[in-house]
């Protein structure tokens, strides 16, 4: 009997269509019919005969029974699949079980087996969408689960050394207020540049260990967030946060660095540059017209920050290389995303915090150059006031920076704030009058708050809420379009429309 049920078994399809199997002790008596789904054409017999012999045999002995439970498709078993079963109904070893669903290894197969060598921009454009590029498009689907939480390595997105920059540029400003003696007590500014600095460390070894072994383990998904056109820029973000820190480190903890430190810290930068530079000129798919964003301006900033900690150190020549390639960058990357290419397909139609970057690069820069040149000079002045009137160009349009969901790259906006609040604080060192010390007192006190207030957010989506780190969809694209049946495609344009309808009724019950 098991011989013809093996035969039987055989003749079915593949295991993916296997659903349940169920094994009973009970004597078999009658004869037993599969259903494939709710497909009548396509039903079979059980392999138990109906043989008068069969029939005595099962009423004097007590036979095991095979139930399959069909999936909706006509097809069954595979022939490894049933082999499996029937060597388990007699008593040998079952195969090893698959790894668990929480191991990095499935979760690895998965990506890699949607991965190309070098994923074309094109397709995370037009696989996701939001101001970061981090949605799934409706049309699209995720080559990992949805419904199920990932594992935390693999939810951890290379944004998060956004709270490096912020905390670690606190730690700058506290250092260069105590250095202005005319604004707060140097004491007190020195103990808040002391507790800040030893925060930001610590925060910086720990995401980096935390980044390292997802490095390790999920080495397809960090590759796949280097190629998205927006998080790529996030990978200057350790580097600058460790210059941030060589920069704002306590009198008491070193009062010289050794410029080797410089030389450490640039390299990384320098060959990221080489990298993402080239791209912007190559005119390929990476064309800076193709993926310019606002967050371009972390590549670029890096530039400003390396010249600034040179000059510090007395070195000459590097910071000055550095500067000036971070300058020729800014310009055509400013000049690229004030007339908003209809090629450029990354930057959102509404204003969102990203656009604080634009305070960025000018801020450092006026800092960096005085340092160069040691004096806060024409030149030092026109790059501050350019960012100060992008400061007020953003600050008068703070309505339109709401209604954007909470994540971890909204570090990354700190520190523009705390740059501009920097460069006022030098400035008024060398125009001292009411309103550049008032300007520099309000300045640095909204950075403060900005940064308490982000700590406070960040506490409560990672503790009280738990929605701090979600699936990262951004890097669970398909390698390609999935092809949907038109009765797909109607419901989708279907359920896009009812939520349209939906989103214009409660616009319309908010204004009335």
């Known amino acids: 009997m098991e011989t013809k049920a093996h035969e039987d078994l055989t003749k079915q399809g593949s295991p993916e269509e296997f659903l349940s199997v169920q094994i009973s002790s009970k004597p078999v008596t009658v004869l037993d019919k599969v259903e494939s789904g709710n497909n009548t054409n396509h039903q079979s017999q059980s392999t138990v005969s109906d043989s008068p012999r069969d029939r005595t045999?099962?009423?004097?002995?007590?036979?095991?029974?095979?139930?399959?439970?069909?999936?909706?498709?006509?097809?069954?078993?595979?022939?490894?699949?049933?082999?499996?079963?029937?060597?388990?109904?007699?008593?040998?070893?079952?195969?090893?079980?698959?790894?668990?669903?929480?191991?990095?290894?499935?979760?690895?197969?998965?990506?890699?087996s949607s991965s190309t060598k070098d994923k074309q921009v094109d397709r995370y454009f037009a696989a996701l969408e939001g101001p970061e590029l981090e949605t799934l498009r409706p049309s699209e689907v995720s080559i990992l689960p949805e419904d199920k939480k990932w594992p935390f390595l693999l939810r951890f997105p290379i944004s998060a050394f956004g709270m490096c920059l912020g905390v670690s540029s606190q730690a700058m400003l506290w250092k260069t207020i105590a250095e202005h003696k005319s604004l707060f007590s140097p004491h007190i500014c020195l103990k808040f540049n002391l507790v800040l600095w030893f925060i930001s460390l610590a925060l910086t070894v720990i995401v980096s260990i935390i980044y390292g072994l997802k490095v390790i383990f999920y080495f397809e998904a960090v590759r796949r967030e280097y190629y998205h056109p927006i998080r790529v820029n996030f990978f200057f973000a350790p580097w600058i946060a460790c210059l941030f820190l060589a920069?704002?480190?306590?009198?008491?903890?070193?009062?010289?660095?050794?410029?080797?430190?410089?030389y450490v810290l640039m390299a990384p930068i320098f060959c990221l540059e080489i990298k993402i530079y080239g791209q912007w000129m190559s005119g390929g798919k990476r064309r800076l017209s193709k993926v310019a964003n606002p967050s371009n301006h972390l590549s670029i900033v890096g530039n400003f920050v390396g010249a600034l900690l040179g000059a510090d150190m007395g070195l000459k020549e590097g910071p000055l290389f550095f500067f000036a390639v971070g300058l020729a960058h800014y310009l055509?990357?400013?000049v690229t995303l004030y007339q908003r290419?209809?090629?450029?397909?990354?930057?959102?139609?509404d204003l969102h915090p990203?656009?604080?970057?634009?305070?960025?690069?000018p801020s450092v820069a006026c800092v960096a150059w005085a340092n160069i040149t040691g004096d806060f000079d024409y030149g030092s002045r026109i790059a501050y006031f350019i960012a100060m009137f992008l400061y007020a160009s953003l600050v008068v349009r703070?309505?339109?920076?709401?209604?954007?969901?909470?994540s971890l790259a909204w570090w990354a906006y700190t520190f523009p704030m705390t740059g501009a609040a920097i460069a006022t604080i030098r400035y008024s060192m060398k125009v001292t009058n009411t309103l550049t010390k008032s300007l520099s007192i309000g300045l640095s006190m909204t950075a403060a708050f900005i940064v308490m207030a982000l700590l406070v957010a960040t506490m409560i989506h990672a503790f009280v809420l738990h929605n701090l780190f979600p699936n990262d969809i951004a890097i669970a694209i398909t390698e390609k379009r999935p092809k949907s049946?038109?009765?797909?495609?109607?419901?989708?344009?279907?359920?896009?429309?009812?939520?349209?309808?939906?989103?214009?009724?409660?616009?319309?019950e908010q204004r009335s």
């Open 57 to 112: 045999c099962s009423k004097e002995s007590n036979l095991y029974s095979l139930s399959v439970t069909m999936p909706p498709s006509p097809s069954g078993l595979h022939y490894a699949q049933a082999k499996r079963l029937i060597l388990s109904i007699e008593g040998k070893p079952p195969s090893p079980q698959t790894p668990s669903a929480n191991s990095p290894e499935p979760h690895q197969r998965m990506l890699r």
């Open 247 to 262: 920069i704002g480190v306590p009198p008491v903890v070193a009062v010289n660095l050794n410029p080797i430190l410089w």
């Open 332 to 334: 055509v990357l400013f």
């Open 341 to 349: 290419l209809p090629t450029n397909e990354a930057l959102p139609k």
């Open 354 to 361: 990203v656009f604080f970057l634009f305070v960025a690069a």
């Open 398 to 406: 703070i309505n339109f920076f709401r209604g954007f969901r909470f």
């Open 485 to 508: 049946s038109k009765k797909h495609r109607h419901l989708k344009t279907a359920r896009s429309g009812s939520e349209d309808i939906e989103v214009s009724v409660r616009s319309d």
